[in-house]
Nanobody
């Protein structure tokens, strides 16, 4: 069992930046991928980005590509999501996820979910 704890959310003006962190309770297996989903009010959860724990390959949703960078610190069992040029439509609860296999952008591919951290972007 892996527990994921997110931090770093908050209120920011459009055009600003935030960095989210997600720390796992234990070192993920080398086969794991970790990532982020988000959910805006009244909308379904949406894939944001993921990174493979071993090789560090990354994959992004088109909606955030070029504005968001996912990275990891193996020594700290932590994944980061650096978000720049934030837009009001980036507002939502951001969830950290971890899983082994399946399509990267599918919520069903991830076995473990954090509690979420709120990101609010004002216009």
């Amino acid at each position: 069992q892996v527990q994921l704890v997110e931090s770093g959310g908050g209120l920011v003006q459009a055009g600003g930046s935030l960095r989210l962190s997600c720390t796992a309770s234990k070192r993920p297996s080398s086969t794991y991928r970790m990532g982020w989903f988000r959910q805006a009010p009244g909308k379904e959860r949406e894939f944001v980005a993921r990174i493979s724990w071993s090789g560090g390959s990354t994959y992004y949703a088109d909606s955030v590509k070029g504005r968001v960078t996912i990275s990891r610190d193996n020594a700290k069992n932590t994944v980061y999501l650096q978000m720049n040029s934030l837009k009001p439509e980036d507002t939502g609860v951001y969830y950290c996820v971890a899983g082994v296999s399946g399509p990267s952008s599918s919520a069903g591919s991830y076995d473990y979910w954090g509690q979420g951290t709120q990101v609010t972007v004002s216009s």
